[in-house]
Nanobody, 115 residues
């Protein structure tokens, strides 16, 4: 059974940083492109960043230059380093494979950027 567990969210001031982590189990981690997504209440979930199986990365324009996605094969984790956070980054953040599989969604981790 696939399980993706996100952690690392919290409350941070504008301009601050957070590092999110996603622990994966039940999947052949090296066989999938992995991604981070986020969702604000009342809006559709949106894609944030992807790390391909080969290690290349892609980012949404809204986070490019501020966020960095990485993957640790030994620990089977995907991380999202978020710098220069803005209030509009406030959301629940999720990880999933790319393209996403509905039954793989976890609980997410809440990020609040506010002074």
């Amino acid at each position: 059974q696939v399980q993706l567990v996100e952690s690392g969210g919290g409350l941070v001031q504008p301009g601050g940083s957070l590092r999110l982590s996603c622990a994966a189990s039940g999947i052949l981690f090296s066989m999938y492109d992995m991604a981070w997504y986020r969702q604000v209440p009342g809006k559709e979930r949106e894609w944030v960043a992807t790390i391909m199986r080969g290690g290349s990365t892609n980012y949404a324009d809204s986070v490019k230059g501020r966020f960095t996605i990485s993957k640790d094969y030994a620990k089977k984790t995907v991380s999202l380093q978020m710098n220069s956070l803005k209030p509009e980054d406030t959301a629940v953040y999720y990880c999933n494979v790319m393209p996403s599989v509905p039954r793989y969604w976890g609980q997410g981790t809440q990020v609040i950027v506010s002074s």
